[in-house]
């Protein structure tokens, strides 16, 4: 290797490889320090999602981020992704879910599984914000185990009818009234067959159900009960082939565990921060507090847990296909790794905050509370460990 490759070698920035994943780092942390973080308690108390504040997002181009650009996308990586997620949940991790519910498991899905015509139909009214989208999956009897839905989706000629229920859809609704725009829908087409289908608001039999409110976390994004009556579903609105389904569920998850890995970034970051600040600030037993042993313990530990867990996921996406799978075991891995990490910084926050750090008032405690989904959604834990262990046994001389 001669000089000037080292030099450039050693100057490689894994969370920020090129000028574009630099500039997309500025413009989301000046948005989120001026317009994402003065409300986000506000919207996290009174369990609003903030419609404007998502449209606004729209207009500064981060609703489509890994979308193409001939769709009105950014045309840019799950690097980028991951960098976007992360400044968000900084300071308001239901609102980025609500945006990664949108951006990643609908308009991402649909880039990639969709047909020409749904693409051009449906994703330059997401990139923009016009529209908001969500993917259906979770049933009311039916989670991690996908292949038992009981949502159905019959064949008669040229449409499929729709009859089912789905719950803990993020995006469901705007509000208690108002549903989301468009969504991705997972139904039964046959005995362990799955198909997807673009499914929007104004189809008869399509109705929203209940607002699950009085949530432990991330309040600020709404979750619904959405209900398919005999919902006409155009043939055309399929993606893909019948039967696909599963295979497209399967191809969407790596980079929708590396987004959500991406939130505990941020709530671990906003964690050390908190914690920090507040031991150079306060004294005890008269000594400021980042010379107390046990503080230090708080610190140091989780800052390593943040550091590796930011490096596992970045560059899992720096590698990751966004149109084919092929990293679901770092994937899972780094979910499994930072979701866990980010509950851990923030409940170590509170404690180096003590009585402080337990009030609502104090962005500790919101964060705390918002960690614990990740440990849920997109793949529980138990599931991530499953996974792991499958793949890893399988074919140790892969990884080892």
């Known amino acids: 290797m001669d000089e000037s ?39 996290d108390r009174h369990e609003r999602f903030n419609h404007a504040l998502y449209r606004r997002a729209g207009e500064l181009g981060l609703l489509g981020v890994t979308i193409p650009e001939a769709y009105g996308g950014a045309g840019l ?5 991951v960098l976007l997620y992360e400044g968000l949940a900084v300071s308001d991790p239901g609102f980025a879910l609500s945006c990664l519910a949108h951006s990643i498991l609908f308009a991402q899905n649909l880039a990639v599984n969709g047909s020409e015509k749904l693409r051009r139909h449906a994703l330059p009214k997401a990139v923009s914000g016009e529209w908001i989208g969500g993917l259906c999956m979770t049933e009311p009897e039916v989670g991690t185990d996908v292949l038992a839905m009981r949502t159905r989706a019959t064949r008669r000629g040229a449409h499929y009818r729709l009859d089912g229920a789905k719950t803990f859809i993020t995006n469901g609704g705007i509000d208690e009234k108002t549903p ?21 608001k104004d189809m008869p039999g399509f109705k929203l159900g209940q607002k699950w409110s009085d949530k432990l976390g991330m309040r600020a994004s709404g979750t619904f009960e959405l209900l398919f009556d005999g919902v006409e579903v155009p043939l055309a609105n399929r993606l893909g082939e019948e039967g696909e389904g599963a295979l497209q569920m399967m191809r969407n998850l790596e980079i929708e565990r590396l987004t959500l ?10 964690s050390l921060r908190v914690m920090i600040e507040y031991a150079n600030a306060r004294h005890a037993f008269g000594a400021p507090l980042r010379e107390h042993g046990q503080i230090q313990r708080h610190i140091a530990e989780n800052f390593a847990r943040w550091r590796a867990a930011q490096s596992l996921t970045c560059d899992t996406a720096r590698r990751l296909d966004l149109e084919a799978s092929g990293q679901r075991v770092d994937a899972d891995a780094a979910k499994l790794v930072a979701c866990q990490m980010a509950k851990a910084a923030a409940d170590a926050a509170i404690q180096v905050l003590g009585g402080q750090g337990y009030m609502g008032e104090n962005v500790v405690e919101r964060l705390w509370r918002d960690s614990k989904l990740l440990e849920i959604g997109g793949g529980t834990l138990e599931a991530h460990h499953r996974n792991l262990s499958k793949d890893l046994c399988r074919d140790p001389a892969r990884f080892f």
């Open 180 to 200: 989301g725009d468009v969504f991705i829908v997972y139904a039964a087409t046959g005995e362990r067959s799955i198909s997807s289908f673009l499914v929007e």
């Open 5 to 43: 490759a080292e030099r450039d070698w050693r100057r490689f920035d894994l969370a920020e490889p090129t000028p574009e994943h630099a500039l997309l780092v500025s413009t989301v942390r000046e948005f989120t320090l001026r317009e994402v973080e003065p409300q986000a308690a506000a919207h």
């Open 77 to 81: 990586d799950a690097l980028a992704a």
């Open 261 to 270: 890995a991406a939130l505990g970034l941020g709530i671990g970051r906003r």
